[in-house]
């Protein structure tokens, strides 16, 4: 598998307390566990199982991810911006490793 | 997708009972009330492999009005349980949205758990034409 690329969608700048919308997108294909190769064996799970979104340190949103979740995890969530700083968003694989990616915001 | 192979041997799917269970116990044994949480899922979903749905839980997102996580659960899955999100005041509002497997047609639910510990529950039907491979 190609190592995963994430996709961030967020406003470069914010009015202080405005609620803003953050779309993001990593490429992974999520195997679930239940799915079989042609010998018909079991190909076994390995899912991105964490999100997690924190601005400037503090946690925002995250999600704990389950096989019914689809390939490519899309996220969309609403974060409240008090001050200019840094978003930063991980994903955690099953395999143990782990993707991440900065972007920040400036406050008007 | 694998394509037909992995279709002969059909898997043991989540039940209606296995989901309550599931809520149940995301709820803390609470009562779930309707009408502060809002799911929002297709009535016919072509491709079972990506449904887009979306969640959405009325809170001021501050103090003691603050919707801690919510858990989304599908009862015709091998497995009930689909995502927990969890929110925190810096979150502005408790929405979010994803896209999830569906391998038939089936009820997606949505359980929010409150601060103050109370629960709140959303509930739709989603057909679906083409299953989502094993998901």
Redesign the interface.
């Known amino acids: 598998m190609a190592t995963p690329k994430p996709r961030i969608k967020l406003p470069k700048t914010a009015d202080k307390g405005e ?2 919308v953050i779309k993001t997108l990593i490429s992974h294909t999520m195997e ?1 566990g ?5 010998e ?1 064996k079991l ?1 076994p799970r390995q899912i991105i199982n964490k999100f997690s979104c924190e ?1 400037n340190g ?14 490519n ?8 911006v008090m001050e200019a700083g840094t978003f930063k968003f991980t994903w955690v694989d099953d395999d143990g490793s782990v993707y991440t990616d900065e972007q920040p915001i400036k406050v008007n | 997708c ?1 394509g037909f ?2 279709l002969a ?1 059909s ?1 043991a799917f989540a039940d209606v009972d296995a989901t309550a269970k599931a809520v149940a116990a995301f709820g803390g044994g609470q009562e779930p009330g309707t009408g502060k949480i809002t799911l929002t899922a297709p009535e016919i979903a072509e491709n079972g ?3 887009p749905i ?1 969640v959405s839980v009325e809170s001021a ?1 501050e103090g003691d009005d603050l919707v801690e996580s919510v858990a989304i659960f ?1 009862d015709g ?3 009930p ?13 408790a ?8 391998a038939k047609t089936q009820n997606v639910v949505a359980v929010a758990r409150m601060k103050d510990g109370s629960v709140f529950v959303d509930k739709k039907e989603v057909k679906v034409t083409i299953g ?4």
Request: charged share 15%; proline share 8%; with cysteine.
């Open positions: 609620v803003i679930s239940q799915r079989k190769d042609k018909g190909i601005f503090q946690p925002v949103f995250s999600c704990d991810l389950e096989p019914a979740i689809s390939a995890p899309y996220f969309e969530f609403s974060a409240k | 694998a192979t992995g041997v898997p492999n990506t449904v979306s997102m599908a899955n091998p497995n349980e689909v995502a927990i999100f969890h929110f925190t005041p810096l979150s502005g509002e929405s979010a949205t994803t896209r999830m497997r569906l989502g491979c094993g998901g």
